[in-house]
């Protein structure tokens, strides 16, 4: 009885060291595999993460080349209207010299007139 007690607990202590000693070899196969998994799920999340990165920066630059375009686009644009504005200005200059000048010939031939009305007189008085 002596000998049952003293190696039914011995054996019961082995078993349990082995059973835990090979729990814990699958739980480190287990966690290399799962580290494994991890490690290739980052992998990807940052390969996903550096693409949309990628496509951020595109979008980013498609979206500064539009606005440089329409930029230059209403620019352009401001400058037709500037020239156009500048010609309107130079003909309504022109256009108030003729006026000034027409005015000038007009006084100038009335003048004439009057002149020549005035000899026509003196010339029908004598």
């Given amino acids: 009885m002596k000998l049952s007690k003293i190696i039914l607990p011995l ?3 082995a078993l349990s060291f082995f059973a835990f000693e090979s729990s814990a070899q699958d739980q480190s196969q287990t966690t290399r595999q799962e580290n494994s998994s991890m490690d ?3 992998t990807v ?3 996903d993460q550096a693409k949309t990165q990628r496509q951020q920066e595109s979008d980013r630059m498609t979206d500064a ?3 440089r375009s329409e930029t230059k686009a209403k620019a352009k644009e401001a400058q037709r209207i500037e020239n156009d504005a500048d010609d309107a200005a130079k003909q309504s200059k022109d256009a108030l010299k003729a006026e ?3 005015q000038k010939s007009r006084r100038k031939a009335d003048k004439q007139a009057e002149t020549a009305e005035d000899a026509r007189q003196k010339s029908d008085r004598n």
């Fill in 100 to 102: 000034k000048k027409a």
């Fill in 45 to 47: 999340y940052e390969r």
């Fill in 40 to 42: 290739s799920m980052k």
């Fill in 65 to 67: 080349k539009n606005e």
């Fill in 11 to 13: 054996a019961i202590g």
